[in-house]
């Protein structure tokens, strides 16, 4: 299990320029690859639409060793429904305060050196007002979930991942793989999970050999697959094996062979000038 490592959270972004904008100007990431396609995904990344969509990953870092955003985009979709599934991104920079600050974006006190802002579209993101840290400076995705304790026995008991801390006080449990990586942090919601038509994905990675035993445990457990083990193909990239689960309460999780995973998300110096390119394009049709 601790060679299991948490990679990146789906976002579906209705308008690519300010996005951009947002995770670039404001919070401080790099775009590190933007990839084009044709038709919908096989194992719906992109949601359920069949068109033509795009994916560009932007984080503090490369993929090997931060965690980082997912911006889907479908073409002609401009904007999706919210839910109470995903509840916020928390990274520490001081640096990103002072962005928002500067550029005037909105900024809300949350407590002392916490600022809750918005992405385009809503994503809650709350920010540390302290020194970006030498290391990954994203340090936990919060998700709601409707009954703490059954989803504690998913994440940890099937999934494996390590419980970090827990305040019953505030219904909330902290997990993750390793204590160097991003943490996920399980929020109890009081009532039923809405995931909208935004619904993200978070995603990880495991040894390849992992996933056919993987989907056989969820089988045996009588857990739902939403994709089972499918190979899925980027132009021009490497190949690589996933299997799509879903937690009790719907939230969506690819396990990706880690292996072919590391080639495919090499960073791409040209990756900033390809989303440029294609959202000027898409203002301009």
Same mark, same amino acid.
């Given at each position: 299990?601790?060679?299991?490592?948490?990679? !990146?959270?789906?976002?579906?972004?209705?308008?690519?320029?300010?996005?951009?904008?947002?995770?670039?100007?404001?919070?401080?990431?790099?775009?590190?690859?933007?990839?084009? &396609?044709?038709?919908?995904?096989?194992?719906?990344?992109?949601?359920?639409?069949?068109?033509? *969509?795009?994916?560009?990953?932007?984080?503090?870092?490369?993929?090997?060793? !931060?965690?980082?955003?997912?911006?889907?985009?479908?073409?002609?979709?401009?904007?999706?429904?919210?839910?109470?599934?995903?509840?916020?991104?928390?990274?520490?920079?001081?640096?990103?305060?002072?962005?928002?600050?500067?550029?005037? *974006?909105?900024l809300t006190q949350v407590e002392e050196a916490l600022y809750l802002t918005?992405?385009?579209?809503?994503?809650?993101?709350?920010?540390?007002?302290?020194?970006?840290?030498?290391?990954?400076?994203?340090?936990?995705?919060?998700?709601?979930?409707?009954?703490?304790?059954?989803?504690?026995?998913? *994440?940890?008991?099937?999934?494996?991942?390590?419980?970090?801390?827990?305040?019953?006080?505030?219904?909330?449990?902290?997990?993750? &793989?390793?204590?160097?990586?991003?943490?996920?942090?399980?929020?109890?919601?009081?009532?039923?999970?809405? !995931?909208?038509?935004?619904?993200?994905?978070?995603?990880?990675?495991?040894?390849?050999?992992?996933?056919?035993?993987?989907?056989?445990?969820?089988?045996?457990?009588?857990?739902?697959?939403?994709?089972?083990?499918?190979?899925?193909?980027?132009?021009?990239?490497?190949?690589?094996?996933?299997?799509?689960?879903?937690?009790?309460?719907?939230?969506?999780?690819?396990?990706?062979?880690?292996?072919?995973?590391?080639?495919?998300?090499?960073?791409?110096?040209?990756?900033?000038?390809?989303?440029?390119?294609?959202?000027?394009?898409?203002?301009?049709?």
């Open positions: 299990m601790a060679l299991r490592r948490a990679l !990146h959270f789906v976002f579906k972004v209705g308008d690519r320029t300010k996005t951009a904008t947002f995770y670039r100007e404001v919070l401080g990431m790099t775009v590190l690859r933007h990839e084009e &396609f044709e038709e919908g995904c096989k194992a719906t990344c992109n949601g359920p639409y069949d068109g033509k *969509w795009s994916k560009t990953m932007v984080g503090y870092g490369p993929e090997d060793n !931060h965690f980082v955003a997912e911006l889907t985009y479908n073409y002609g979709v401009g904007e999706y429904q919210l839910g109470n599934d995903f509840m916020g991104l928390i990274l520490q920079s001081s640096q990103a305060v002072s962005n928002a600050r500067r550029l005037g *974006w909105p918005h992405a385009p579209g809503g994503y809650p993101f709350y920010l540390v007002d302290k020194e970006q840290p030498p290391h990954d400076p994203v340090q936990k995705v919060c998700l709601g979930v409707s009954d703490l304790q059954r989803s504690i026995h998913y *994440w940890e008991t099937l999934l494996g991942m390590k419980v970090m801390d827990r305040n019953d006080k505030k219904k909330t449990v902290l997990l993750g &793989f390793s204590d160097t990586q991003c943490q996920l942090e399980l929020c109890d919601v009081g009532g039923t999970v809405d !995931h909208g038509t935004a619904f993200g994905r978070i995603a990880f990675s495991c040894p390849r050999e992992e996933l056919p035993n993987l989907e056989a445990l969820m089988k045996k457990e009588n857990q739902k697959i939403l994709t089972p083990l499918v190979t899925l193909d980027t132009p021009g990239k490497a190949t690589v094996e996933v299997v799509i689960l879903a937690d009790p309460d719907g939230h969506e999780i690819c396990f990706v062979g880690d292996e072919a995973f590391r080639e495919l998300s090499a960073v791409d110096p040209k990756g900033n000038e390809l989303l440029d390119k294609v959202a000027v394009l898409s203002l301009s049709t």
